[in-house]
């Protein structure tokens, strides 16, 4: 199993542009995060998804969107990328609700100029 | 949500017994403790989580207070590649809320 993966691993973007991260799991697991760490800083949740086609907001989904159109795949989009979106972004995925441990991605390290 | 507490770091002599407070005294009774550590920029790795009782895993020991307003996590013999973050966390029924963590030095 790969478990957690994380498409692209490195990504600089110009402010106002768009890009999506594509997180993909391979262990049938029913919920799915992305959380966002800034430097010096612990982990911020962004969106997550309890199943496929839900998503719900987390500490900080503001200029974020997600989709979950398959199981596997969890997509966090920035529409128009700013500075402040400069972070290292980590998908996670668990079983459902319970004591139930969340295994990690590697990361995308983004930086927007 | 629960907010726990947590020293900003800590040192440890290689093959000591690291011992990591936390305090989470707002946590409910359904509410369950989780530990995490992050290495280096890796994504966290779950360590062990706890309700009530004491826990052990191969990794590490969870002590939980009888009244739950705070938690130990012991690595009974620390190495040098167990210096890292680790993240005190009172898990809500869907997701966690990761704090700053106290950052472990281990030193030979």
């Known amino acids: 199993n790969a478990g957690v993966t994380q498409t692209p691993k490195f990504r600089v973007l110009k402010t106002g542009q768009s890009m999506t991260l594509l997180c993909a799991q391979d262990?049938?697991?029913?919920?799915m995060y992305w959380y966002r760490q800034d430097p010096g800083m612990g982990l911020r949740l962004i969106h997550y998804?309890?199943?496929?086609?839900?998503?719900a907001k987390g500490e900080v989904p503001d200029g974020y969107n997600v989709s979950r159109l398959k199981k596997q795949n969890f997509l966090l989009g920035l529409e128009s990328a700013a500075p402040s979106q400069t972070s290292v972004y980590f998908c996670?995925?668990?079983?459902?609700?319970?004591?139930?441990?969340?295994?990690f991605g590697p990361g995308t390290r983004l930086t927007v100029t | 949500d629960a907010k726990t507490t947590q020293p900003t770091s800590m040192d440890c002599a290689e093959g000591r017994a690291a011992n990591l407070p936390c305090n989470h005294s707002t946590i409910s009774g359904n509410e369950y403790v989780y530990w995490y550590r992050q290495i280096h920029s890796q994504g966290p790795q779950y360590i062990i989580h706890g309700l009530k009782n004491n826990e052990t895993n191969e990794m590490a020991s969870l002590i939980i207070t009888e009244d739950r307003k705070s938690s130990t996590l012991i690595l009974p013999h620390a190495t040098l590649r167990d210096t890292a973050v680790y993240y005190c966390?009172?898990?809500?029924?869907?997701?966690?809320?990761f704090g700053t963590g106290t950052r472990l030095q281990v030193f030979p």
């Open positions: 996670a995925s668990s079983l459902p609700r319970g004591p139930y441990e969340q295994y």
């Open positions: 998804s309890v199943g496929e086609g839900t998503t």
């Open positions: 966390i009172v898990r809500t029924p869907d997701k966690l809320i």
């Open positions: 262990m049938n697991h029913e919920y």
